[in-house]
């Protein structure tokens, strides 16, 4: 799912490209095709997470509670937690844009990716303790379970638009744009809990494998940027709004009004970029006539 979805994004860029270099429009008068430029770019940034987000992703992936073996006769129902460090509250994130520009006006695919975030487990197993037909622990009666690592990451994908304000070609430039897109939340739990569709009442068991949501993106950036020649560095900054879906456990849906979230994602980012604008036609006519 994933890798289809890496692939139609990186397929709508060319194709964008490709009919931008080829369009017909240039006849009309609308713009002249000669002058458009494609670029590519890449950044490391810092982020930073608002409080949703901050207390959705230090909920939703340490959710406890009953526990069964996925196999065998036993069907005593379990109960057992154990103390993980919460997550941080900022993080190192990849940017990468592919895109085109026409004088000030600059439109790109911006695919950013966030490290993968780890909070270890503290321990191989834990114990759990049997609940009785009350609810009550009975501490007489015990297992293992097994714990894992929590993990989370995401990425995304933002179509951008954005417009050079002090001038196509002047070596400073501060540059605003504005995008929209889709972020995917992966999401790795700490053991092996049930979870219960609440429509069909069905049990299934977590499984050692991450999990995932997708969202809409509305994505606000700033960028003042040094332009040398073909050359180009900048420092970004900006704002990513996102609200996820509810996640998807095994067939049912985890509402998180239960752990008293909202399924949000927004982000803070700042960081810096390194570009290379390709010449386009008519700069390299000019470059021929020399």
């Given at each position: 799912?994933?890798?289809?979805?890496?692939?139609l994004?990186m397929?709508?860029?060319?194709t964008?490209?490709?009919?931008?270099?080829?369009?017909?429009?240039?006849?009309?008068?609308?713009?002249?095709?000669?002058?458009?430029?494609?670029?590519?770019?890449?950044?490391?940034?810092?982020?930073?997470?608002?409080?949703?987000?901050?207390?959705?992703?230090?909920?939703v992936?340490?959710?406890?509670?009953?526990?069964?073996?996925?196999?065998?006769?036993?069907?005593?129902?379990?109960?057992?937690?154990?103390?993980?460090?919460?997550f941080?509250?900022?993080?190192?994130?990849?940017?990468?844009?592919?895109g085109?520009q026409?004088?000030?006006?600059?439109?790109?695919?911006?695919?950013?990716?966030?490290i993968?975030?780890?909070?270890?487990?503290?321990?191989?197993s834990?114990?759990?303790?049997?609940?009785?037909?009350?609810?009550?622990?009975?501490?007489?009666?015990t297992?293992?379970?097994?714990?894992?690592?929590?993990?989370?990451f995401?990425?995304?994908?933002?179509?951008?638009?954005?417009w050079?304000?002090?001038?196509?070609?002047?070596?400073?430039?501060?540059?605003?744009?504005?995008?929209?897109?889709?972020?995917?939340?992966?999401?790795?739990f700490?053991?092996?809990?049930?979870?219960?569709?609440?429509?069909?009442?069905?049990?299934?068991?977590?499984?050692?494998?991450?999990?995932?949501t997708?969202?809409?993106?509305?994505?606000?950036?700033?960028?003042?940027?040094?332009?040398?020649?073909?050359?180009?560095?900048?420092?970004?900054?900006?704002?990513?709004?996102?609200?996820?879906n509810?996640?998807?456990?095994?067939?049912?849906?985890?509402?998180?009004?239960?752990?008293?979230t909202?399924?949000?994602?927004?982000?803070?980012?700042?960081?810096?970029?390194?570009?290379?604008?390709?010449?386009s036609?008519w700069a390299k006519?000019?470059?021929?006539?020399?």
């Open positions: 799912m994933k890798t289809k979805i890496a692939s994004c397929a709508a860029v060319f964008i490209l490709a009919f931008a270099s080829n369009s017909s429009a240039a006849d009309e008068g609308f713009y002249d095709k000669d002058h458009i430029r494609g670029f590519v770019s890449i950044g490391g940034d810092f982020r930073g997470m608002f409080p949703g987000f901050y207390d959705y992703i230090n909920t992936p340490f959710a406890s509670g009953a526990l069964k073996y996925k196999s065998g006769p036993d069907t005593t129902v379990y109960y057992g937690a154990a103390n993980y460090s919460k941080n509250r900022y993080y190192p994130g990849i940017q990468f844009n592919i085109a026409y004088k000030q006006f600059l439109t790109w695919f911006s695919i950013n990716f966030a993968t975030q780890i909070s270890e487990r503290p321990k191989s834990m114990t759990a303790y049997a609940l009785d037909s009350t609810g009550t622990p009975d501490f007489t009666k297992s293992a379970f097994p714990l894992y690592d929590a993990r989370w995401n990425y995304g994908v933002d179509w951008m638009f954005g050079k304000t002090l001038g196509e070609d002047a070596f400073f430039n501060l540059i605003p744009a504005v995008g929209i897109g889709f972020n995917m939340m992966n999401i790795h700490t053991s092996n809990y049930v979870v219960t569709n609440y429509s069909s009442k069905e049990e299934s068991i977590m499984r050692d494998r991450y999990y995932s997708m969202a809409a993106t509305f994505n606000a950036e700033l960028e003042a940027r040094l332009q040398f020649e073909q050359f180009s560095i900048g420092l970004y900054g900006g704002y990513r709004a996102i609200r996820y509810e996640l998807n456990v095994e067939g049912a849906n985890l509402d998180t009004t239960v752990f008293n909202d399924n949000s994602g927004d982000t803070w980012f700042v960081g810096l970029r390194i570009g290379w604008t390709f010449l036609p006519k000019q470059q021929d006539k020399i």
